[in-house]
């Protein structure tokens, strides 16, 4: 698919590809240098609505994705309010992952990096898909939620986990599957939204790194088991390497501002 780039330097060898500028993602995120944010939180439109069907994930050789569907009663999820103007549509969503010795997180809160992170993209409703939005300066709005390992013994199976564990039925590059049993996308990510959150101006962390992104990062995590996350362990990328640590080194902060909401 015309792909030519990889996570073997984490993004160092993409500086061909990724041209561009001083508003490059993810960051550093720091709860006590982050401007305190006093304006709206984010709403999440229909976030707890059933969705109509059932997952489709795909692994497309840098990371696994999957399309948003509509809920039950045919609306799509969206975003307002925080720094946004308009609604933003949930599109997609996808993960960035480590290995079984290293965290695989892109933003970094308080110095620490996680296990592993959610992205969950949002178009503007000005543009008709993505392949528009991600040229518009507004176009897109991508809401991250870490991901932390916990050690459970007789852990229950949540709409997360068997997302995660279903990764085995699309081991290579170009693979599809269905993953059974409905949720809400506030179910899938375990019910963290509408908390703490950073919100600054920033890019796609994949070529071409694109600074179309206002990025929304919850400070809550969910949580998965070991026995969940090691199944992404396994997956193979474009170059049939093992796809791990699909993650970009943080990008200096130059002229920004980060805004931190305390709920
Ligand atoms: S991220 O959230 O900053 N990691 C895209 C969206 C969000 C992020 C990164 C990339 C995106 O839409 N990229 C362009 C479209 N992709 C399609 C895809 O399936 O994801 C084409 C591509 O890069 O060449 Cu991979
Ligand atoms: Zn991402």
């Given at each position: 698919n015309g792909m030519e780039w990889n996570y073997l330097k984490n993004g160092k060898d993409w500086e061909d590809l990724c041209s561009s500028g001083k508003h490059q993602s993810p960051i550093l995120l720091d709860s006590r240098t982050a401007r305190k944010w006093v304006l709206p939180g984010i709403t999440f439109w229909h976030y707890y609505r059933l969705l109509k069907r059932p997952f489709y994930i795909r692994n497309n050789g840098h990371s696994i994705s999957l399309d948003i569907p509509v809920t039950s009663n045919g609306r799509k999820p969206f975003i307002t309010g925080g720094r946004l103007k308009g609604r933003y549509y949930a599109d997609g969503l996808h993960f960035h992952w480590g290995s079984y010795k290293s965290r695989g997180s892109e933003h970094l809160i308080n110095k620490r990096r996680f296990d592993a992170e959610i992205h969950i993209v949002h178009r503007n409703e000005k543009y008709r898909n993505i392949a528009q939005a991600v040229r518009q300066k507004d176009g897109l709005a991508v809401v991250a939620i870490m991901v932390?390992?916990?050690?459970?013994?007789?852990?229950?199976?949540?709409?997360?986990?068997?997302?995660?564990?279903?990764?085995?039925?699309?081991?290579?590059?170009?693979?599809?599957?269905?993953?059974f049993g409905q949720s809400s996308l506030d179910q899938l990510i375990g019910g963290v939204s509408h908390r703490d959150f950073f919100t600054y101006e920033g890019s796609l962390t994949t070529p071409l790194c694109d600074e179309t992104v206002t990025w929304i990062v919850f400070t809550e995590t969910?949580?998965?088991?070991?026995?969940?996350?090691?199944?992404?362990?396994?997956?193979?990328?474009?170059?049939?390497?093992?796809?791990?640590?699909?993650?970009?080194?943080?990008?200096?902060?130059n002229n920004r501002t980060v805004f931190y909401k305390k709920r």
């Open positions: 932390a390992i916990v050690r459970k013994d007789n852990a229950k199976s949540t709409p997360l986990s068997r997302l995660m564990e279903a990764v085995v039925r699309v081991p290579i590059e170009d693979s599809n599957a269905t993953v969910t949580t998965v088991t070991m026995s969940s996350v090691s199944k992404f362990w396994l997956l193979r990328d474009h170059w049939g390497h093992r796809l791990i640590n699909n993650y970009r080194i943080v990008q200096d902060l």
